[in-house]
């Protein structure tokens, strides 16, 4: 039974713990505070890892069926106060209420589909008599969990991410360890209750509260932690990696996709996959538009469609109904992509509509004649920000999309088939949609990048094959 949020309490090993040493949590729509929650200290998440040691043996003897139930029953929570869940994503977060909905059924989708995969992890036997002389052997390889996995989330997605991160680890069999990101902890703190009520045992699951740059390397670099599964940005990812030695990786990070509209398009499409894809979550969405090309034969036509819906978007209040895009997520965050536009047009850059700042809310901004090589081109902006490059054809699309060091995501609007077949063999991404944005996902297909965007992939499943190891059985007979 629950009705509200554990402020101030973080979940330690199944214990709600407090702490005299907190962080405020703010709404970033006028800095109000909503709570407090715990600031964890080094020696919090070394109590935290002894715990999470202990949990490692209770999971992985938990039957699958046990595992099944606990993540339907932690679904059917979030499920039950759905409303809750979206009123605390978009009061700590960045996002509208529409959009807070839409984030919590995308987390019972993640802890179902967990359930679901949670059944399906496998073994094979082996054909030892392949080689020959060994005839008289028989075998199989099963896959049993690595032991402690380490979660680190970020602001953008509060809830589902994490969900991405608790699900597969329990379906496999896993303790895991949460740092969620210190501006957005509610949500977190919110899913494991849902695991608390669910009937988790006590020391398999951690959501532990505090700075990432104080408690963060405790975490990672400890023996016992097996796995380190990161989702945030590329300086954060590289920094983490090369600190955590010999363990298991999951690098989630960032990009500034790319679409691709040729002369063929439907632009009325492209319009619309483009406005939404690009603004959706103040344009703080891994997979977001960041960089459009198109056509010099549609160019003009694309450009003042793109325009005049942006210029209908509606900037507001988080919880108005009406409202499509809210703050970024800090007024620092708002004045930084500022002062990136502002370096772009200081360089050259035309502005075509936006580029205004109240506290952390920035205008849906588009600009054109931005020099390729300018920050804004090859970094990640992370706010509502579009750059639109004219193209000759798919070929100087192509060159320009793989010329930044990310590759998370990339769109293609096109009817040719030839034409998206060379993208998909061409683009440097770990996804490609055709006839849509980059900011497209589904919670059960392999996600992520290459280059600068990452290492391995998430979408359950895929998250679950590196949360396991195989052990191979061999019987001489
Ligand atoms: P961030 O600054 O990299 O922070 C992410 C997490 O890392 C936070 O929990 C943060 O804790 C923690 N952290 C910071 N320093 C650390 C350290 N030294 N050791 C361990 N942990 C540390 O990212 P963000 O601003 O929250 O999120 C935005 C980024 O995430 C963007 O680049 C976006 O593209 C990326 N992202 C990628 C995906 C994907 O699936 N590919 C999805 C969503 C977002 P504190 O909050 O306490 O600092």
């Not at 979030?78 to 605390?88: I, M, P, Q, R, S």
């Not at 995501?409 to 030839?418: E, P």
Request: glycine share 10%.
């Amino acid at each position: 039974m629950m009705t509200t949020i554990k402020g101030k309490k973080m979940f330690i090993g199944g214990r709600w713990i407090e702490k005299l040493n907190t962080m405020d949590v703010c709404d970033p729509e006028d800095n109000s505070i909503i709570t407090t929650v715990p600031k964890a200290s080094k020696e919090d998440m070394l109590a935290t890892i002894k715990m999470a040691e202990e949990g490692a043996g209770i999971a992985a003897k938990m039957p699958v069926h046990e595992r099944i139930s606990i993540l339907n029953k932690a679904a059917d929570y979030v499920e039950k106060y759905h409303e809750l869940f979206a009123n605390t994503i978009a009061s700590e977060g960045s996002k509208t209420i529409k959009e807070a909905r839409g984030e919590v059924s995308r987390c019972i989708e993640t802890l179902r589909l967990s359930a679901e995969e949670a059944r399906r992890i496998n073994g094979e036997t082996i054909p030892f008599d392949q080689m020959p002389g060994h005839e008289n052997r028989i075998g199989y390889y099963y896959n049993f969990p690595i032991g402690i996995i380490a979660a680190i989330t970020p602001f953008n997605d509060p809830l589902n991410l994490v969900a991405h991160k608790i699900g597969p680890a329990i379906a496999s069999g896993n303790a895991i360890i949460v740092k969620p990101a210190s501006l957005t902890p509610l949500s977190a703190l919110l899913l494991a209750e849902a695991f608390d009520d669910a009937g988790l045992p006590e020391k398999v699951l951690s959501v532990i509260t505090g700075s990432g740059s104080e408690i963060g390397d405790t975490l990672v670099t400890h023996p016992s932690i097996r796995m380190v599964s990161f989702t945030g940005g590329l300086e954060t990812g590289e920094s983490i990696a090369k600190k955590a030695g010999l363990k298991k990786l999951s690098m989630e990070l960032g990009s500034n996709s790319p679409v691709i509209v040729l002369d063929d398009a439907d632009v009325d499409d492209a319009v619309n996959g483009s406005v939404s894809g690009a603004f959706g979550a103040v344009g703080q969405n891994c997979l977001g538009v960041q960089r459009i090309f198109i056509h010099d034969d549609v160019y003009v036509r694309f450009t003042d469609k793109f325009i005049q819906q942006i210029e209908q978007y509606k900037v507001g209040r988080k919880k108005d109904e009406q409202t499509d895009m809210g703050p970024l997520i800090s007024e620092q965050e708002a004045i930084r992509v500022e002062q990136w536009v502002q370096e772009a047009i200081d360089e050259g850059a035309e502005l075509l509509t936006g580029g205004h700042r109240d506290g952390a809310f920035y205008e849906p901004t588009v600009l054109t004649n931005v020099t390729p090589t300018a920050k804004i081109a090859r970094e990640e902006i992370f706010g509502p920000v579009v750059i639109l490059f004219r193209i000759c054809d798919l070929s100087d699309a192509i060159d320009q999309a793989n010329s930044v060091n990310y590759g998370l995501q990339a769109g293609i609007f096109t009817k040719d088939i030839h034409q998206a077949f060379e993208a998909i063999g061409s683009l440097e991404v770990g996804g490609l949609l055709i006839n849509d944005s980059s900011d497209y996902r589904i919670d059960g297909m392999p996600f992520g990048g290459v280059k600068g965007s990452g290492l391995g992939r998430e979408g359950v499943k895929f998250s679950i094959q590196d949360m396991v190891e195989p052990k191979v059985v061999q019987f001489k007979l």
